[in-house]
């Protein structure tokens, strides 16, 4: 049966990749047929784990796993339970019509290939996050999705609205992927598991643990920023910069999900704790009620989507806070549902964008009758939104109420939030789906026209899709709704999903009052949104200018960092860089007993005799003498001609000694390097007008002579308690009795630098060739270059400062 | 003896760090010039200080004891000349420098970056 089950599954999220890379060449040999083409990878996927369903249905999660980073213990391990399965079919499903319609949209565009290479990258690393079992390649597949989500939203990066969201994007959503890499890192470390499955099988170890709080908090920032949850949901709208496709996939049905998926997976892990609930459906609650008002506010149908996109994320993200069986349920319906009819109506405002060039609700009215495809696909979501009877919306929104319509006052709360939160995505819905259909015809900046067939499939198979699940209601609930649910919960749950209409149950009144408020409220929808634009006014703070500030101040910060470190004066560099060197010398030597090694207690009495005069020949203190004051004249010679001779003085100097310590080819070496440094530099010196004295200010002087001598006094300290230990002599041994027997040289030296060190001699004689060329090139340029060419006014003020 | 030449290097270190922090480029290179030489006699005392004894096998021995240390020599050796190279190319350095920036102060030589430094840009 081909090749085995681990390496087909892992395929599945390996195989998008391929197809990316190959995007582009398909594109230029299959051209307007490229969407058709690349089409048949994430069909074959979905396929592929549509065949998977009775086995994961039966309680067999499918396992695979290859090795990774063996010597760590970790394998690059894939688990299809009920939850990944319910998320990856979307994930392959909805994208197999996304990449049709791309094809479609962005028909003739010179990088489409490119696109759907980006794309299809983006549905591998999605693939590869819901299916991953270990949390490393879980968190490599997510950052993975933020990358691809960066490529996308910056598709358009002639823009520059489109690059700012593109970095925001990245900024907020690397953010949670850090701190899921962080809790990841604790999670193992407390429970030895790099696999999920394994960490679930630890039961409380986690929720007992005194890291539970650092561990929730991780995981929640990372959830929370992916899923753009109050108040990490600014990036969202932003994100609507990129093609419409993207926007129905990536910011609609499957990337912004990760967050919801994430929080799923963790359930069993980290949920059912106190603090888990409140925090969810606290911001879960703020962010459906938020994002339901934002969508009132707008008038691009996109932005009206994006907003209820971070409602609807809000919802999924307190039903999981909620935590009971029928929540779950919910959660787990209302994921599909949203799925379907949020990515059809994506696409459907791609078709109006496309056929009508607007997206302007208020721009947009009568389109029935010249497309009218795209009114029966929007409808078709439209009603799904909306959670009318028959479509896969409605028995969400009847397991959500099933699950939350309890007695307690804080469960009334949470009910009558979500009611509202429904009721305000209901009116946006009615709005989206009958608002640029009906009414007088509008005149659009391009005559209206129906979409071609590559464009109004996707979105009307969404909508029948939406229907369709419905209707199958007890496949349905078998073969998704228990599965996933057994998968969050750890415990078997049982679907009661059903269509029948029962007018004596609470539910039936919740639904027919969120219709109700949903029709109030698109009835008064312009007045609603010239109300909020009011108010928005009047605040005049968002968070997406908080970003910019906090971007801004971080980039501010870093130049004045660069600047307070990098500042360009030569001299202070060298004052930080000698301190350090008196620091390095001293303060080792203070503190490892240096100080009783050079002088130890015992031999203090005889301190005078190791210190006599007599140590030194008179000839020998004559010549120490003569670099004493060979330095000394340098140091404050008057004129130029002084100092270069002081220097002379002391190198002389410095070749007598070598010349009295048994060294003679040193000596004559200096000798010659003394003299020619003395003409060349009088040579030179005499052609510069150069200042005679040196004008460093008192205070300058003081402090420089401090580092001078700390740094000379730290050399003689160091240099005299390495003379009191012993020195290994075993090389230079080697090299006196080898010379003459093998070298067949006399003089050791020599022997030494020609023949058993020969290559750093060799060294030694190109870094001088390379001195010399280099030297050869300065003087050569200098007769066709001339001065470089100063802006006037400086180029004065230098002058005025020199002379 | 040692102790007296490591005094010496220490008098040499603080007149070659005192030049090298000085602002003036030419300065700067005697301060070079006076460190280079310390180092060479650190390291040449560093292998112990014989007298008069050079490491040269007589005619007709095999080899010969008491004389000095050769491996500093060699290693000094090589620096000496390869310290000379860059004294030279610092030098010519120095002087085109001056030529083309009429400044021999380092404060004043700010072409590759001007005083404030670059601002990084405030936009996406």
Same mark, same amino acid.
Request: glycine share 10%; hydrophobic share 55%.
């Given at each position: 049966?081909?090749?085995?089950?681990?390496?087909?599954?892992?395929?599945?999220?390996?195989?998008?990749?391929?197809?990316?890379?190959?995007?582009?060449?398909?594109?230029?040999?299959?051209?307007?047929?490229?969407?058709?083409?690349?089409?048949?990878?994430?069909?074959?996927?979905?396929?592929?784990?549509?065949?998977?369903?009775?086995?994961?249905?039966?309680?067999?999660?499918?396992?695979?796993?290859?090795?990774?980073?063996?010597?760590?213990?970790?394998?690059?391990?894939?688990?299809?339970?009920?939850?990944?399965?319910?998320?990856?079919?979307?994930?392959?499903?909805?994208?197999?019509?996304?990449?049709?319609?791309?094809?479609?949209?962005?028909?003739?565009?010179?990088?489409?290939?490119?696109?759907?290479?980006?794309?299809?990258?983006?549905?591998?690393?999605?693939?590869?996050?819901?299916?991953?079992?270990?949390?490393?390649?879980?968190?490599?597949?997510?950052?993975?999705? +933020?990358?691809?989500?960066?490529?996308?939203?910056?598709?358009?990066?002639?823009?520059?609205?489109?690059?700012?969201?593109?970095?925001?994007?990245?900024?907020?959503?690397?953010?949670?992927?850090?701190?899921?890499?962080?809790?990841?890192?604790?999670?193992?470390?407390?429970?030895?598991?790099?696999?999920?499955?394994?960490?679930?099988?630890?039961?409380?170890?986690?929720?007992?643990?005194?890291?539970?709080?650092?561990?929730?908090?991780?995981?929640?920032?990372?959830?929370?920023?992916?899923?753009?949850?109050?108040?990490?949901?600014?990036?969202?709208?932003?994100?609507?910069?990129?093609?419409?496709?993207?926007?129905?996939?990536?910011?609609?049905?499957?990337?912004?999900?990760?967050?919801?998926?994430?929080?799923?997976?963790?359930?069993?892990?980290?949920?059912?704790?106190?603090?888990?609930?409140?925090?969810?459906?606290?911001?879960?609650?703020?962010?459906?009620?938020?994002?339901?008002?934002?969508?009132?506010?707008?008038?691009?149908?996109?932005?009206?989507?994006?907003?209820?996109?971070?409602? +609807?994320?809000?919802?999924?993200?307190?039903?999981?806070?909620?935590?009971?069986?029928?929540?779950?349920?919910?959660?787990?319906?209302?994921? =599909?549902?949203?799925?379907?009819?949020?990515?059809?109506?994506?696409?459907?405002?791609?078709?109006?964008?496309?056929?009508?060039?607007?997206?302007?609700?208020?721009?947009?009215?009568?389109?029935?009758?010249?497309?009218?495809?795209?009114?029966?696909?929007?409808?078709?979501?439209?009603?799904?939104?909306?959670?009318?009877?028959?479509?896969?919306?409605?028995?969400?929104?009847?397991?959500?109420?099933?699950?939350?319509?309890?007695?307690?006052?804080?469960?009334?709360?949470?009910?009558?939030?979500?009611?509202?939160?429904?009721?305000?995505?209901?009116?946006?819905?009615?709005?989206?789906?009958?608002?640029?259909?009906?009414?007088?015809?509008?005149?659009?900046?391009?005559?209206?026209?129906?979409?071609?067939?590559?464009?109004?499939?996707?979105?009307?198979?969404?909508?029948?899709?939406?229907?369709?699940?419905?209707?199958?209601?007890?496949?349905?609930?078998?073969?998704?709704?228990?599965?996933?649910?057994?998968?969050?919960?750890?415990?078997?749950?049982?679907?009661?999903?059903?269509?029948?209409?029962?007018?004596?149950?609470?539910?039936?009144?919740?639904?027919?009052?969120?219709?109700?408020?949903?029709?109030?409220?698109?009835?008064?929808?312009?007045?609603?949104?010239?109300?909020?634009?009011?108010?928005?006014?009047?605040?005049?703070?968002?968070?997406?200018?908080?970003?910019?500030?906090?971007?801004?101040?971080?980039?501010?910060?870093?130049?004045?960092?660069?600047?307070?470190?990098?500042?360009?004066?030569?001299?202070?560099?060298?004052?930080?860089?000698?301190?350090?060197?008196?620091?390095?010398?001293?303060?080792?030597?203070?503190?490892?007993?240096?100080?009783?090694?050079?002088?130890?207690?015992?031999?203090?009495?005889?301190?005078?005799?190791?210190?006599?005069?007599?140590?030194?020949?008179?000839?020998?203190?004559?010549? =120490?003498?003569?670099?004493?004051?060979?330095?000394?004249?340098?140091?404050?010679?008057?004129?130029?001609?002084?100092?270069?001779?002081?220097?002379?003085?002391?190198?002389?100097? =410095?070749?007598?000694?070598?010349?009295?310590?048994?060294?003679?080819?040193?000596?004559?070496?200096?000798?010659?390097?003394?003299?020619?440094?003395?003409?060349?530099?009088?040579?030179?010196?005499?052609?510069?007008?150069?200042?005679?004295?040196?004008?460093?200010?008192?205070?300058?002087?003081?402090?420089?002579?401090?580092?001078?001598?700390?740094?000379?006094?730290?050399?003689?300290?160091?240099?005299?308690?390495?003379?009191?230990?012993?020195?290994?002599?075993?090389?230079?041994?080697?090299?006196?009795?080898?010379?003459?027997?093998?070298?067949?040289?006399?003089?050791?030296?020599?022997?030494?630098?020609?023949?058993?060190?020969?290559?750093?001699?060799?060294?030694?004689?190109?870094?001088?060739?390379?001195?010399?060329?280099?030297?050869?090139?300065?003087?050569?340029?200098?007769?066709?270059?001339?001065?470089?060419?100063?802006?006037?006014?400086?180029?004065?003020?230098?002058?005025?400062?020199?002379? | 003896?040692?102790?007296?030449?490591?005094?010496?290097?220490?008098?040499?270190?603080?007149?070659?760090?005192?030049?090298?922090?000085?602002?003036?480029?030419?300065?700067?290179?005697?301060?070079?010039?006076?460190?280079?030489?310390?180092?060479?006699?650190?390291?040449?005392?560093?292998?112990?200080?014989?007298?008069?004894?050079?490491?040269?096998?007589?005619?007709?021995?095999?080899?010969?004891?008491?004389?000095?240390?050769?491996?500093?020599?060699?290693?000094?050796?090589?620096?000496?000349?390869?310290?000379?190279?860059?004294?030279?190319?610092?030098?010519?350095?120095?002087?085109?420098?001056?030529?083309?920036?009429?400044?021999?102060?380092?404060?004043?030589?700010?072409?590759?970056?001007?005083?404030?430094?670059?601002?990084?840009?405030?936009?996406?």
């Amino acid at each position: 049966m081909g090749p085995s089950l681990d390496v087909s599954v892992i395929l599945v999220a390996i195989a998008p990749f391929l197809a990316a890379a190959l995007a582009p060449a398909v594109h230029r040999f299959t051209g307007a047929f490229a969407g058709w083409f690349l089409a048949i990878v994430p069909a074959a996927i979905f396929l592929f784990l549509f065949g998977f369903l009775d086995e994961v249905a039966g309680g067999e999660p499918v396992r695979a796993s290859i090795d990774w980073v063996p010597s760590y213990g970790i394998g690059l391990s894939f688990l299809i339970d009920g939850l990944s399965l319910t998320f990856a079919l979307m994930i392959s499903g909805v994208g197999t019509l996304i990449i049709v319609y791309s094809g479609a949209y962005l028909a003739g565009h010179p990088h489409q290939g490119r696109f759907l290479g980006f794309m299809l990258a983006f549905m591998g690393a999605m693939l590869g996050l819901v299916l991953a079992d270990n949390m490393l390649a879980l968190y490599a597949f997510w950052e993975l999705t +933020s990358v691809s989500s960066f490529l996308l939203i910056g598709f358009d990066h002639a823009r520059q609205a489109a690059r700012r969201a593109a970095i925001q994007a990245l900024v907020v959503t690397n953010l949670g992927g850090l701190a899921l890499l962080l809790g990841a890192l604790m999670v193992q470390h407390l429970t030895g598991q790099w696999d999920l499955s394994g960490v679930r099988e630890t039961g409380d170890l986690m929720r007992l643990s005194p890291f539970y709080a650092p561990v929730l908090v991780l995981f929640l920032l990372a959830a929370f920023s992916k899923s753009a949850q109050f108040p990490l949901h600014f990036w969202l709208p932003n994100a609507m910069e990129a093609p419409t496709p993207v926007s129905a996939f990536l910011h609609s049905a499957t990337m912004v999900q990760a967050g919801v998926y994430l929080l799923a997976r963790m359930t069993p892990i980290l949920g059912e704790t106190q603090a888990w609930m409140a925090t969810l459906t606290v911001f879960g609650g703020v962010t459906l009620v938020w994002g339901g008002f934002s969508a009132l506010k707008q008038i691009d149908l996109k932005q009206m989507l994006a907003s209820t996109t971070i409602a +609807s994320l809000g919802l999924l993200v307190l039903l999981i806070g909620q935590g009971s069986e029928a929540a779950i349920a919910a959660m787990v319906v209302y994921f =599909v549902a949203h799925a379907f009819y949020k990515a059809g109506l994506f696409l459907m405002v791609g078709v109006l964008d496309h056929g009508t060039g607007t997206r302007d609700l208020t721009a947009l009215g009568g389109l029935m009758r010249k497309m009218p495809v795209s009114f029966v696909a929007a409808v078709l979501s439209g009603v799904s939104m909306v959670g009318l009877p028959l479509t896969v919306g409605y028995l969400a929104k009847e397991e959500m109420y099933l699950g939350l319509a309890h007695a307690d006052p804080s469960s009334i709360l949470v009910l009558l939030v979500v009611v509202a939160g429904n009721a305000l995505l209901a009116a946006v819905g009615i709005a989206i789906a009958m608002r640029p259909f009906t009414g007088a015809t509008v005149e659009t900046p391009v005559p209206a026209h129906e979409g071609s067939f590559g464009l109004v499939l996707g979105p009307l198979v969404l909508g029948l899709l939406g229907i369709g699940v419905a209707l199958a209601t007890a496949w349905f609930g078998h073969d998704i709704l228990e599965p996933a649910g057994t998968a969050i919960l750890a415990e078997p749950v049982e679907s009661h999903l059903t269509l029948a209409l029962d007018l004596g149950s609470i539910l039936f009144w919740l639904s027919l009052l969120t219709w109700a408020l949903g029709a109030a409220v698109y009835y008064q929808l312009d007045a609603l949104r010239a109300l909020l634009r009011r108010a928005d006014a009047v605040i005049g703070w968002t968070f997406d200018k908080g970003f910019d500030v906090l971007m801004f101040g971080l980039v501010r910060m870093a130049g004045a960092v660069t600047r307070f470190l990098h500042h360009g004066r030569l001299e202070v560099y060298l004052v930080v860089v000698f301190s350090f060197f008196a620091i390095a010398l001293l303060a080792p030597w203070l503190t490892l007993g240096g100080l009783e090694r050079l002088m130890p207690p015992s031999a203090l009495g005889t301190w005078a005799a190791q210190w006599s005069w007599s140590d030194l020949t008179v000839y020998e203190w004559a010549v =120490v003498a003569i670099a004493i004051i060979g330095l000394v004249a340098l140091v404050i010679a008057q004129n130029r001609l002084v100092a270069i001779l002081s220097l002379g003085v002391q190198g002389i100097a =410095v070749a007598m000694l070598f010349l009295l310590f048994g060294a003679p080819d040193l000596s004559f070496t200096q000798f010659m390097v003394e003299i020619l440094s003395v003409v060349v530099l009088t040579l030179v010196m005499t052609r510069l007008k150069l200042d005679e004295r040196d004008h460093r200010p008192f205070e300058d002087a003081l402090r420089d002579g401090t580092i001078a001598v700390l740094c000379g006094l730290g050399v003689t300290l160091l240099l005299s308690t390495i003379l009191t230990g012993r020195l290994d002599n075993e090389l230079s041994g080697v090299f006196l009795a080898t010379s003459v027997p093998i070298a067949h040289g006399h003089n050791v030296v020599n022997v030494i630098l020609v023949d058993y060190r020969g290559f750093d001699t060799l060294g030694e004689i190109s870094v001088v060739m390379a001195a010399g060329i280099a030297i050869l090139a300065l003087i050569r340029g200098q007769r066709g270059a001339g001065r470089i060419p100063l802006p006037p006014a400086r180029s004065e003020r230098i002058k005025g400062m020199v002379r | 003896m040692d102790y007296i030449i490591a005094g010496l290097i220490g008098i040499f270190v603080t007149v070659g760090v005192y030049f090298l922090l000085s602002r003036s480029v030419i300065r700067m290179l005697l301060g070079i010039t006076v460190f280079g030489n310390a180092v060479n006699l650190l390291i040449f005392t560093g292998g112990r200080l014989t007298r008069q004894v050079a490491p040269i096998v007589p005619e007709g021995a095999e080899t010969i004891a008491g004389a000095a240390n050769p491996l500093p020599q060699a290693l000094v050796l090589t620096a000496i000349v390869i310290g000379f190279a860059m004294f030279i190319f610092l030098l010519v350095l120095a002087f085109r420098t001056y030529q083309s920036l009429d400044a021999d102060n380092t404060d004043n030589m700010r072409l590759a970056e001007p005083e404030g430094g670059c601002r990084p840009p405030l936009s996406y």
